[in-house]
């Protein structure tokens, strides 16, 4: 019923720049918290950025000064822009969103998207 589809991934050289989208569908309610998380080969999937419905917010430390995440409430839509993109940036991009249904908040995923990042 709810999906979170992702798009913008793809191959791109050190020090250039890629913008991801996810947008969320279905009978929502509200969304609430909404962001990015990453997972590269053999490692934990980690907190990117994240934004509350409010507009607050927040970065991982290694990304911080070359990413920056905005929403459209209007939309249902977060969005990922990055720049001075890295070889250690390289890893599956996934889009989370809290969404509230019938007075229930639950946690949604994106399937993913590759960001490839060479050097």
């Known amino acids: 019923q709810v999906q979170l589809v992702e798009s913008g991934g793809g191959l791109v050289q050190a020090g250039g720049s890629l913008r991801l989208s996810c947008a969320a569908s279905?009978?929502?309610?509200?969304?609430?918290?909404m962001g990015w998380y990453r997972q590269a080969p053999g490692k934990q999937r980690e907190l990117v950025a994240g934004t509350t419905s409010g507009g607050r917010r927040n970065y991982a430390d290694d990304v911080k000064g070359r990413f920056t995440v905005s929403r459209d409430n209007a939309k249902n839509t977060v969005y990922l822009q990055m720049s001075s993109l890295k070889p250690e940036d390289t890893a599956v991009y996934y889009c989370q969103a809290d969404v509230v249904i019938k007075k229930y908040e639950y946690s949604y995923w994106g399937q993913g998207t590759q960001v490839t990042v060479s050097s």
């Open positions: 279905g009978s929502i309610f509200s969304v609430n918290a």
